[in-house]
């Protein structure tokens, strides 16, 4: 497994030293998300992540999505892979047993559709991935992530997504050598409709959730910042973000 890890990791880095304007594509808006804590930004092809050696969990991830198409076949990878660029290193194995699955915060899918092959491949790092309960995983997770995909680049062309996990203010479940489990998780999804900025927030909570009651986790980035401690959208002016930040979203994201 360490050779494999090797391997993809060598190939990766030919790809970022011969072409270097993949690697740094824009995947956050309006400037990197702000922590209380001190995190290990790590920057891939298709999305950038904000890493907690201490969590042993990425804080933030963000990615950029627009409509796309490719002739390559989707197919999933079937390793994940340490990220030796972290000190927690964490590994594939570290989930075994312990009842969760890896987790993907930037998708596979869509990661794959928007900027190829090695791209996806990133998505397995495990500073991508947080432990996540299967149904969780395959269920409500997976439902967003496609509405994403497919209705919000559709309707929109391009979206910005900052998403991540929610912790515990107290103590927190660990599993493996002390990764968090996460009381619930966010996601943070932008557009611009009619040349005004429009803010998807939601908070959804760990447990058996229903893709039909989504609307009952909409929630403000204001409240998120609260649950997180991080600081998202600080670039823009104050006239913009205070109420971006504020205001809970409109139908235009047609949830349901």
Known sequence: MVYRNLKTLSA?????FFHPQLIFAEHTFAGIPISQEELLVLENIGYSVGYSEQRKNPLWVAYRLY????????????????DFRTMARVEPQDYTHSGYSRGHMAPSLAIFLCYGKKAQEET??????????????????SFVEKLNLKNHT?????????TGPIFSPEKNLTIGRGIWVPLAFYKI???RDKDKLKALALSIPHEEAKTKELRKYITTIREIEKLTGLDFFHELPDEEEIPLE???????????
């Not at 990766?12 to 970022?16: G, H, K, M, N, R």
């Not at 409509?67 to 340490?82: A, D, G, N, P």
């Not at 309960?133 to 269920?139: D, E, F, P, V, Y």
């Open 12 to 16: 990766l880095f030919l790809l970022y």
């Open 67 to 82: 409509e796309c198409e490719r002739s390559e076949k989707y197919e999933r990878t079937k390793h994940f892979f340490v």
């Open 189 to 191: 999804t932008l557009a």
């Open 124 to 141: 397995y790092l495990m500073s991508n991935i947080v432990p996540q309960r299967q149904s969780h995983n395959a269920g409500i997770w």
């Open 246 to 256: 504020e205001t809970r979203a409109e139908d235009i994201w047609d949830l349901p």
């Open 154 to 162: 559709k309707k929109f062309g391009t979206i910005y997504v900052v």
